[in-house]
C-alpha cells in the first residue's frame, strides 16, 4: 500500500509568481485535504475535494485554488504570491469525507522570496 | 467556532521518564473527535491517538495515553517510558463528528525533547 506522497519536496518562488503542488492520495482514498502551515503553528484548512469536486473550504483568498483528478490525486495551485504564503504545504487523504483518519503527506516547503 | 489552545510551546522530558502534554479546545457541539498528532522533523503528521467524546473511557496506545475531561474540555496526552524517537512537535487537533468536510482544527503546537 503506498501512502501519501507530495511534489516538490522544496520550492522558492519570487513574490507575484505562481506555483503548483502536487497530491498522490493513498490507494483507494478518495478524499483529499489541504493544509498550510507556517513555521512554529498549527496546520491550517484550505480546502478539500472529494471525487473532483471543492467540499469544504478554509478561511483562504481565491488565489488558493485547486483539482482533484479521475485518480484522486490532487493539485494545490496559489496565484500572486506574497510573502506571507512562505509554509509547508500538507496534504491528507482520507477513505471518504466523513472518514475521521487522514494520512499525511510530508509537505512541500514553498518560500517566496 | 472552535479552538484548541496548547500552552506549552516547548517541553523537555528525560528518557524513560513519564510527560504530559496539555491541549484546551473550545466548542458547542456535543459529537467531536479529538486528535493528538505528532510531527517529527521529517515533517510528516502521524496520528498517535484518537478519543470519541461520545466514549466516556480514555483512549490508550501502548505508552501514550489521554486524559479527557468534557466538562472542563481538557485532552491531555500522557507519554510513558519516553524514548529519544519521542522527540517532535505535538499537535492537538479537532473534528466535529458531523464534519462535512473532515476539517481538522490544529493547536499551535508543543515542541517535546527527550533527552538521554
Known amino acids: 500500500e503506498t501512502g501519501v506522497t507530495q511534489s516538490p519536496t522544496h520550492l522558492i518562488k519570487t513574490r507575484g509568481q505562481q506555483v503548483t503542488l502536487r497530491c498522490s492520495s493513498q490507494s483507494g482514498h478518495n478524499t483529499v485535504s489541504w493544509y498550510q502551515q507556517a513555521l512554529g503553528q498549527g496546520p491550517q484548512f484550505i480546502f478539500q475535494?472529494?471525487?473532483?469536486?471543492?467540499?469544504g473550504r478554509g478561511n483562504f483568498p481565491p488565489r488558493f485554488s485547486g483539482l482533484q483528478f479521475p485518480n484522486y490525486s490532487s493539485e494545490l495551485n496559489v496565484n500572486a504570491l506574497e510573502l506571507d504564503d512562505s509554509a509547508l504545504y500538507l496534504c491528507a487523504s482520507s477513505l471518504e469525507v466523513h472518514a475521521y483518519e487522514q494520512y499525511f503527506g510530508p509537505g512541500t516547503r514553498l518560500t517566496v522570496t | 467556532a472552535q479552538t484548541v489552545t496548547q500552552s506549552q510551546p516547548e517541553m523537555s522530558v528525560q528518557e524513560a521518564e513519564t510527560v504530559t502534554l496539555s491541549c484546551t479546545y473550545d466548542t458547542s457541539e456535543n459529537n467531536y473527535y479529538l486528535f493528538w498528532y505528532k510531527q517529527p522533523p521529517s515533517r510528516q503528521m502521524i496520528l498517535v491517538i484518537r478519543q470519541e467524546a461520545y466514549k466516556q473511557q480514555n483512549a490508550t496506545e501502548n505508552r501514550f495515553s489521554v486524559n479527557f475531561q468534557k466538562a472542563a474540555k481538557s485532552f491531555s496526552l500522557k507519554i510513558s517510558d519516553s524514548q529519544l524517537g519521542d522527540t517532535a512537535m505535538y499537535f492537538c487537533a479537532f473534528m466535529k463528528h458531523s464534519s462535512n468536510t473532515g476539517k481538522l482544527i490544529f493547536g499551535q503546537g508543543t515542541t517535546l525533547q527527550v533527552k538521554p
Open positions: 475535494y472529494y471525487r473532483e469536486e471543492e467540499n
